[in-house]
């Protein structure tokens, strides 16, 4: 589930969709960017070719050349070695050059002669074909670009397959004594060496693709962040509006539409704050009218609601109790009685023993008080007021609840309740002696109240022997 959540969540959609947006642009771009690189090479490579068959033709003088015997002990004749030494040197500066070679034409258009080839003249390289030598044939006519080469430089437009390999060449005339073409001389470079330059190429290109991939990752990070996270706070804000903690304000602190948003939020939850410390202030006093309708039928229990109040407030501190909850104990504790607003004085005020039927309306008060305020009070508060008489041994009303079946805040007004009346003067009885009511609930723990909390009240009110009243 949290996995879903995290997929699912504002700032992974935005960091997802800004990352791919921005690995796409980078991906096109650097697709384009090699693309441009491997067609520049390669116009490169074909210009570099025709310059170097160029020089290399200029370098050949066209008199030695065409001494040069037509046969395949033209390689030892005096005329050869001269063209081979030059040409050799041009092929060994000339890296990774891998063939010269000088052809003739022949009578048969397309068919060419050769009058050189730098492997005959026996160089000490790799040897990847067998050498042409003086006189032998090649076929020319599916080679239009070496063709060309009789009338000026050219170079092959892709890559070309003869029986000595795949090459890529340049072409350059070669001319005689008299000024005109005698020959071409072409320059041959490997397939395999263009294949390794565009690899070199196409490893630079990729370390520049992850660089910014990873860099768009980082950049998708920040941004998503800065987008989400004043969306967060507000969600936030909400969550805790929602657990009714209005004095939560959102910091979010930008002129754009989340902004104003988060002033937005800012102001409604002012003014419900507000709202609530209205409300509040009319059901104290509604509160408070009611007490006093309550004390003045049963003059023996004024100040019980008040002292219960202030008791209860204290012990829930005590137990560790939100200040806010604190505030709503010691509201419905001063209201725990007010059930007994409908009971008869007579009943209230006996100072005899009560009998079944007459225990058995006091007895009711709890649920009159529920249903008193039951269309003022929410549930958790209304539960208070019924079960303030209930027992942690079951033995309790109005419903005999049992342990942890009887909530905390009912427990904390009650063990208040039981203490002040204990202490007070009633209509049927003296007050106990403050040492002895604390003694009583001490005996109680367990029974009527939970140990937990009857702790917490001997905290607040202090053990028998350093006693004073709790105020
Ligand atoms: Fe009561
Ligand atoms: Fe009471």
Not at 339 to 349: A, P, Q, R, S, W
Request: hydrophobic fraction near 40%; charged fraction near 25%.
């Amino acid at each position: 589930m949290k996995g879903r959540a995290f997929f699912y969540s504002f700032k992974t959609r935005v960091t997802l969709v800004l990352i791919l947006a921005m690995v796409s642009v980078t991906g096109l771009n650097n697709f384009l960017v090699y693309r441009f690189n491997l067609n520049t090479h390669f116009v490169q490579l074909r210009h570099s070719l025709m310059i170097i068959a160029q020089m290399a033709a200029l370098a050949v003088d066209g008199e030695t050349l065409q001494k040069i015997p037509l046969t395949w002990d033209g390689v030892r004749s005096p005329a050869y070695r001269e063209v081979a030494a030059k040409l050799n040197k041009v092929l060994e500066m000339n890296k990774p050059l891998q063939y010269i070679y000088v052809l003739t034409k022949t009578k048969t258009p397309g068919k060419l002669k050769f009058l050189f080839d730098t492997e005959a003249a026996g160089r000490e390289v790799q040897r990847k074909r067998g050498s042409a030598r003086p006189g032998d044939f090649y076929d020319a006519s599916r080679f239009p670009e070496m063709l060309e080469g009789f009338n000026a430089p050219s170079a092959d437009h892709k890559l070309q397959a003869d029986p000595w390999g795949v090459t890529l060449s340049g072409y350059a005339p070669i001319l005689g004594k008299d000024g005109k073409v005698i020959a071409i001389l072409g320059v041959d470079i490997l397939a395999d060496d263009i294949s390794k330059m565009q690899q070199e190429i196409r490893g630079r290109m990729a370390v520049v693709l992850l660089s910014g991939v990873l860099f768009c990752c980082v950049l998708g990070i920040l941004i998503a962040g800065s987008v989400s996270n004043p969306v967060r706070r507000l969600t936030e804000g909400t969550r805790q509006l929602a657990r009714e903690n209005l004095d939560y304000r959102v910091a979010v602190r930008s002129r754009d539409e989340i902004g104003g948003l988060a002033d937005s939020f800012n102001k409604m939850a002012e003014s419900l704050s507000q709202s609530r410390k209205r409300l509040q202030n009319y059901f104290f006093k509604v509160t408070q009218s009611l007490v006093q309708a309550l004390e003045a039928k049963d003059p023996y229990t004024q100040g019980h609601s008040k002292r219960v109040a202030n008791l209860a407030r204290k012990v829930a501190l005590e137990l560790g109790v939100s200040p806010e909850k604190a505030e709503l104990i010691w509201c419905v504790a001063e209201l725990h009685d007010i059930g007994k607003l409908v009971i008869h004085e007579t009943i209230l005020n006996k100072k005899e023993k009560l009998d079944p039927e007459e225990w058995k309306i006091l007895k009711e008060h709890p649920v009159t008080g529920e249903k008193i305020l039951e269309s003022v009070l929410d549930e958790e508060l209304l539960r208070v007021i019924r079960s303030h008489h209930e027992r942690v041994d079951g033995k309790g009303y109005p419903d005999g609840l049992k342990g942890d079946e009887i909530d905390l805040s009912s427990q904390i007004v009650s063990i208040a309740d039981a203490y002040d009346a204990m202490t007070s003067i009633r209509s049927y009885r003296k007050p106990l002696t403050p040492e002895v009511a604390v003694r009583e609930i001490e005996r109680a723990s367990g029974t009527q109240f939970r140990a937990e909390v009857v702790s917490a009240f001997l905290k607040v009110v202090g053990r028998p022997e350093k006693m004073g009243e709790p105020k």
